[in-house]
């Protein structure tokens, strides 16, 4: 804002506007007013313009750059299904339109795209059922952990009360576990990559709810004893949760349901190619085994003989509302045109060409990187910086390099388990130019490291601003004098 303010002249004028007809008043009592005007720039309409334009420019974004963010597929969005989401009949209903026909039925139309939706979903997953209503990818894990609760409570089994998860998780697991009242206990991963299972056979007990396990994995690998993972936590007694945030991977190819999963979320806004980014609007759609239907949120479509739709809020096990009306219907919307666009044969091409460029991706930069796990990997391809860290250049430092270079940097420090992580996911939508560059920009840092590393430890320098003391940002941050 301080340029915007720079460029203020007093009497100068962004607008035009008609004189008021009618009296000037206002509602806000007298003593929460302002007492003196606010401190606003006065700049002219194109002065305003140029400057909010100028800083669209300097953000990033899957529209202008390529955008390697490990664990969160950044995908292209078609603009085809963007144009679908504005049409008349569906960005302009209001969500307490009367549903049936005899109503009006204004609603019919948008009742059939969350119904089509979430079986269309449930195929895909090879689930029995899903709810269209969680708001995000973690929204949806809290919903997945409060059904598999009110399976347990209803069973009158309550001392459950553990939920394992593999150190590798994403850190919302653990987090919506304990929301969900749960305590977490850790498991190991193996050598290759997998779930120890002799770690997991230690833990396995009758105060243990479920299992939550990000699949494929956090270290983009899909894990060879999952099938022998979900026997046993049911053997046990427990319910396998799946983190479905790297579907990308395995969309068309495999049916979590079909493994042994009983729940899993998907995020519309990673695997389905709707926006992603800026805080939301996201989607985490949850699929259910036929065990847990009962406990479905409220409230849900129901298809009546006669074609239509109608909702249902009388369902005597639910765990309830967890969101108000029918979940984030634009981004449904989005996500089903991706849905019907694709088709079955397209969900297969998705998966298979986003494996393809992240394996295309690290047998590149093996000779360069170190990795934790060398074997062929899923959606992403972890690496580590370690090599580099040795001679005094860490991962932060190569993706402040990556930034003077155009480039997003990929998602760094994650997993936990690998030191000096650098997490790459290309995803499908990005050609093979577009990986080589970004491939030769990292073997490039790379070799400064061995040549120069003093170059790679002033980036960025082509950003308005520069390398910053974030040690010192946290702890003695300089906070403006808003008084």
């Known amino acids: 804002m301080e340029l915007i303010f720079a460029k203020s002249k007093e009497g100068r004028k962004g607008t035009s506007l008609p004189r008021t007809d009618v009296p000037v008043a206002s509602a806000i009592p007298e003593k929460f007013r302002r007492q003196k005007p606010a401190e606003l720039p006065e700049v002219t309409e194109q002065d305003a313009v140029r400057?909010?334009?100028?800083?669209?420019?300097?953000?990033?974004?899957?529209?202008?750059?390529?955008?390697?963010?490990?664990?969160?597929?950044?995908?292209?969005?078609?603009?085809?299904?963007?144009?679908i989401a504005v049409l008349p009949g569906f960005a302009d209903l209001h969500p307490l339109l009367p549903q049936l026909r005899h109503g009006?039925?204004?609603?019919?139309?948008?009742?059939?795209?969350?119904?089509?939706?979430?079986?269309?979903?449930?195929?895909?997953?090879?689930?029995?059922?899903?709810?269209?209503?969680?708001?995000?990818?973690?929204?949806?894990?809290?919903?997945?952990i409060m059904l598999i609760a009110a399976y347990h409570k209803t069973r009158g089994d309550q001392k459950r009360k553990i939920m394992l998860i593999p150190d590798a998780a994403h850190g919302t697991n653990p987090a919506s576990a304990a929301v969900g009242g749960f305590?977490?206990?850790?498991?190991?991963?193996?050598?290759?990559?997998?779930?120890?299972?002799?770690?997991?056979?230690?833990?396995?007990?009758?105060?243990?709810?479920?299992?939550?396990?990000?699949?494929?994995?956090?270290?983009?690998?899909?894990?060879?004893?999952?099938?022998?993972?979900?026997?046993?936590?049911?053997?046990?007694?427990?319910?396998?949760?799946?983190?479905?945030a790297n579907l990308n991977a395995i969309m068309g190819r495999v049916r979590p349901g079909d493994i042994g999963f009983d729940v899993m979320h998907v995020n519309?806004?990673?695997?389905?190619?709707?926006?992603?980014?800026?805080?939301g609007p996201g989607s985490g759609p949850v699929g259910v085994a036929e065990c847990l239907v009962p406990y479905l949120p409220v409230s849900r479509i129901d298809k009546r003989d006669d074609g239509t739709y109608a909702l249902q809020y009388h369902c005597d096990d639910s765990i309830g509302y967890i969101a108000p009306f029918y979940g984030n219907f634009g981004v449904i919307l989005?996500?089903?045109?991706?849905?019907?666009?694709?088709?079955?044969?397209?969900?297969?091409?998705?998966?298979?060409?986003?494996?393809?460029?992240?394996?295309?991706?690290?047998?590149?930069?093996?000779?360069?990187?170190?990795?934790?796990?060398?074997?062929?990997?899923?959606?992403?391809?972890?690496?580590?910086?370690?090599?580099?860290?040795?001679?005094?250049?860490?991962?932060?430092?190569?993706?402040?390099?990556?930034?003077?270079?155009?480039?997003?940097?990929?998602?760094?420090?994650?997993?936990?388990?690998?030191?000096?992580?650098?997490?790459?996911?290309?995803?499908?939508?990005?050609?093979?130019?577009?990986?080589?560059?970004?491939?030769?920009?990292?073997?490039?840092?790379?070799?400064?490291?061995?040549?120069?590393?003093?170059?790679?430890?002033?980036?960025?320098?082509?950003?308005?601003?520069r390398r910053l003391d974030e040690t010192a940002a946290a702890r003695k941050p300089v906070v403006a004098d808003l008084a």
């Open 51 to 83: 400057h909010y334009t100028l800083l669209s420019r300097k953000n990033m974004g899957v529209d202008t750059n390529f955008y390697p963010l490990g664990s969160c597929t950044m995908k292209y969005n078609p603009k085809f299904h963007e144009r």
């Open 104 to 144: 009006g039925g204004l609603t019919q139309g948008a009742l059939a795209v969350i119904y089509e939706a979430q079986r269309t979903l449930s195929e895909l997953l090879g689930f029995a059922d899903c709810t269209m209503q969680p708001l995000a990818g973690a929204h949806g894990e809290l919903t997945g």
């Open 183 to 244: 305590e977490c206990r850790e498991v190991a991963t193996d050598s290759e990559g997998n779930v120890c299972i002799e770690d997991l056979k230690s833990k396995l007990g009758q105060d243990v709810a479920g299992f939550m396990l990000t699949c494929p994995s956090t270290l983009g690998l899909f894990d060879k004893n999952v099938k022998e993972v979900c026997e046993l936590v049911h053997q046990a007694g427990g319910l396998n949760y799946c983190d479905g």
């Open 268 to 279: 519309l806004h990673k695997t389905f190619a709707t926006p992603h980014g800026g805080g």
């Open 334 to 465: 989005k996500a089903y045109a991706y849905m019907l666009s694709l088709g079955r044969e397209g969900f297969k091409r998705v998966s298979e060409n986003a494996v393809l460029s992240a394996n295309y991706m690290r047998v590149r930069l093996k000779e360069h990187f170190a990795q934790k796990v060398d074997r062929v990997c899923m959606h992403e391809c972890v690496m580590s910086a370690s090599p580099q860290a040795e001679k005094g250049v860490h991962a932060l430092d190569i993706a402040k390099a990556l930034i003077d270079r155009g480039f997003h940097p990929p998602t760094m420090y994650f997993p936990l388990i690998v030191p000096e992580a650098l997490m790459i996911e290309p995803t499908e939508t990005e050609s093979k130019e577009t990986l080589d560059e970004f491939i030769d920009a990292l073997i490039e840092i790379a070799e400064l490291v061995d040549t120069n590393p003093e170059e790679i430890l002033k980036c960025p320098v082509t950003t308005p601003v």
